[in-house]
């Protein structure tokens, strides 16, 4: 009875270090920005906003469909959200302000994951699918 205890105590723990239980997700946000501007997509599992120019820019929204969710909520599947933090960028050219800052950020009911900084648009491999989409979606918002 104790190993098996203790096989359900490790398997809960580890259980939610690839992301593969779509019901958790609450929030997808991609966000871009520089010192002067930035570049925010927030996804629910309802909706998309989008907020573009200085913050305190008022957000731009539409009504998200089932499968556009679904479809992100796909690529998100089977990355390490835990080990985001710890992906390598592809590239460094928002150091020498070249490019926007960017960060990803997976909320759950308990909990908040935020990606290694990239820069905007050249995620790491692992969240290359997920951020492209993001910004495609953010396209269809006006």
Same mark, same amino acid.
């Given at each position: 009875? $104790?190993?098996?205890?203790?096989?359900?105590?490790?398997?809960?723990?580890?259980?939610?270090?690839?992301?593969?239980?779509?019901?958790?997700?609450?929030?997808?946000?991609?966000?871009?920005?520089?010192?002067?501007? #930035?570049?925010?997509?927030?996804?629910?599992?309802?909706?998309? $906003?989008?907020?573009?120019?200085?913050?305190?820019?008022?957000?731009?929204?539409?009504?998200?469909?089932?499968?556009?969710?679904?479809?992100?909520? $796909?690529?998100?599947?089977?990355?390490?959200?835990?080990?985001?933090? #710890?992906?390598?960028?592809?590239?460094? $050219?928002?150091?020498?302000?070249?490019?926007?800052?960017?960060?990803?950020?997976?909320?759950?009911?308990?909990?908040?994951?935020?990606?290694?900084?990239?820069?905007?648009?050249?995620?790491?491999?692992?969240?290359?699918?997920?951020?492209?989409?993001?910004?495609?979606?953010?396209?269809?918002?006006?």
């Amino acid at each position: 009875m $104790k190993i098996l205890t203790t096989i359900l105590f490790l398997t809960l723990i580890t259980g939610g270090c690839l992301f593969q239980d779509r019901e958790v997700v609450r929030e997808l946000r991609y966000e871009a920005f520089t010192r002067g501007s #930035s570049f925010e997509v927030l996804v629910t599992r309802d909706s998309i $906003k989008v907020r573009e120019g200085f913050r305190g820019t008022p957000w731009s929204s539409r009504k998200l469909t089932p499968s556009e969710w679904d479809n992100l909520l $796909k690529r998100l599947e089977g990355v390490d959200v835990q080990g985001m933090k #710890s992906l390598e960028p592809p590239s460094s $050219k928002r150091y020498s302000d070249a490019a926007a800052h960017a960060l990803v950020h997976v909320l759950t009911p308990s909990e908040e994951y935020t990606s290694v900084e990239f820069d905007h648009e050249n995620p790491p491999e692992a969240l290359e699918s997920l951020v492209k989409a993001m910004i495609t979606l953010a396209e269809t918002v006006e």
